[in-house]
């Protein structure tokens, strides 16, 4: 088996670094997922998912790119294993759980006339 299947060998990871930077330029620092607000100190748990799962598929548009917090992006995997162990359908960007609506600053004008 190749090592770059596993993200080990040298040439991946500098693929690696070169896509995430340009994910990191391209979009907010917030998980696309749960929603978690990321900033320099914690960035490096905000990982960038493939949506088809095609590693080699990095347009510089960052259409295949999705910002995920090391959480959700293990969901996101999860979601294969257990469609072998289950013989459930998944598709590649299906989520199996809803997006973040809580909006923390929704009635911030009333509270601030408090």
């Not at 040439?11 to 330029?25: C, F, P, S, V």
């Not at 590693?55 to 090391?70: A, K, Q, R, V, Y």
């Not at 199996?96 to 004008?109: E, I």
Request: charged content about 30%; glycine content about 4%.
């Amino acid at each position: 088996m190749s090592s770059d299947r596993f993200g080990t060998s040298a040439n991946y990871k500098q693929q690696e670094k070169g896509y995430r930077d340009r994910a990191l330029k391209l979009f907010p620092w917030v998980c696309g997922r749960c929603a978690r607000a990321f900033e320099f100190s914690n960035l490096k748990e905000l990982t960038v998912h493939h949506v088809d799962h095609d590693h080699s598929n990095n347009p510089n548009d960052g259409s295949n790119w999705e910002l995920l917090c090391i959480y959700c992006h293990d969901n996101e995997h999860d979601k294969y294993t257990d469609q072998a162990r289950y013989q459930r359908e998944v598709k590649a960007g299906d989520t199996n759980q809803d997006t973040a609506t809580y909006n923390p600053f929704a009635d911030l004008k009333s509270m601030l006339k408090k």
